[in-house]
């Protein structure tokens, strides 16, 4: 289908979306660009739409202005903004970025950051002054956001100042990037400080008048090589995925308090946390630190009503739920890996709350097969959710009877346009998002999750590509080879495992296995790093040298 007419000074994002014979069928209202749609669902967009005028500035100009809207803490303070308060803030921030750091329409602005209004405000700023944010996890080393920088060609970036020091060892290998500011800068710190920027500026900014099919969000995902994919999410997506899923799934409220650990820089975050409160009108609590031992008690203090966090968060906060008063809390989702029935049973017997379960991937923004609180079917994620069809297909795509196991397809309002990369080919087929999973589907048109379909490897709802561990266990001077793989873990779903031919001369010690985990730690993100690791003599490899995974996995 045709592009609107762009609104971006800069074509990058435009020169750089697959062709349209690589796009996947896009169900919207015939207004909306494409023939499809969903009944009870409203996909039709304008041709100029800013997302953000619909999320924040919407409710403002409907006398809303005085609903909290954001909570959370800035330099150890509590925030409490309203929706007129958030407004006027990402007003003067994006004043700040064209006036001062010459921002245009369609350039990409790198974030940096942890869950933190001022993080959200900055998120905002960018879309409303037309341009992409390019939001990076906190725990990100100066390896990943280099490649990051370099593949979205990204201009400016905007980092909580307690997270600069990787950015800063990033930058000079990323000669894009010719501006950084900081937010959350400590009083007469040398550095570039947004805030201060901002704080003179006018509380009204005229949202820049952006294509609906005009690039807002560049999403950033791992493949199974380690090398970032990046989705190119349009500003008329980021509300198809706020009308789809929640309303039917969610049924979330003005009245509702979101809470909950998943780091904006995820699109499952981006979503249940700004997006789909936004949307309603409620409020969101935004947490630096969402550990389940934090999180808990937030919930309480804050009363909130939805949380949003993986599995593996769930079943170690079940057993001190007791503990905290959880009383207001109605809705409990969990996505980012496979849902454990013990898990789910477990929640709903210590809170006496349905956990919803439902499966979401990067390339098409948030979560497109789940359940309600009224028709949770134990070990399943569910079905489609409206505006979306989903199937169970073959290698040759050609779609599956009930009770057998195959590729899972997905085609939406949303779907993958992956940034100039090849890859595109491999996820989208015959107009269909083959999302890397293993599902069946039963005779109700419930589908049940088996498998990963490749190797990357979940482990407590982060996505871990096993050749990037490699890659960075083998630049240890006592590495001659390695392999990696998941293993199953009853808490977090699957750890990471590496296998290690050391070099000799070095003695395979618990002393050295300690080392070599310490260092991945300090050259990828942390996360990432190795709970297991064991020694060996060689690794099983085929005649061509190529390493078989499938072998480690039987050991």
Known sequence: MPLHPSAHVSTFCRDALPPPALWPDLLLDAEGGAEGGAEGVDLSFPPQLNCVEELLDAWVARGEGDRLCVQGLAHGAEVRWTYADLSAEVSRLAHALVDDLGVRPGERVLLRGANTPALAACWL??????????????????????????????????????????????????????????????????????????????????????????????????GTTGLPKGTMHFHRDVLAVCRCWPPECLQATADDVFIGSPPLAFTFGLGGLLLFPLSVGASTVLLERASPDALLPAAARYGATVLFTAPTSYRQMAPKAAEHDLRALRRCVSAGEALPAATRALWRERTGVELIDGIGSTELLHIFISHSVHDARPGATGRPVRGYEARVVDEEGNPLPPGVVGRLAVRGPTGCRYLADERQRAYVQGGWNLTGDAYLMDEDGYFFYQARTDDMIISGGYNIAGPEVEDALLAHEAVAECGVIGVPDEERGQVVKAFVVPRPGFAPTPALARALQDFVKATVAPYKYPRALEFCERLPRTETGKLQRFKLRDL
């Open 125 to 222: 700023a960018v879309v409303k002054a037309g341009a992409v944010a390019v939001a990076t996890m906190p725990l990100l080393r100066a390896k990943e956001l280099g490649q990051v920088i370099r593949k979205a060609e990204v201009r400016y970036a905007l980092c909580d100042a307690r997270l600069l020091d990787e950015l800063a060892l990033a930058r000079p290998e990323c000669p894009t990037l010719v501006s950084v500011a900081t937010f959350l800068t400590p009083p007469d710190a040398p550095l570039l400080d947004l805030d201060a920027l901002a704080a003179p500026k006018p509380a009204r900014f005229e949202a820049v008048k952006t294509s609906s099919d005009d690039v807002c969000l560049i999403a950033f995902t791992s």
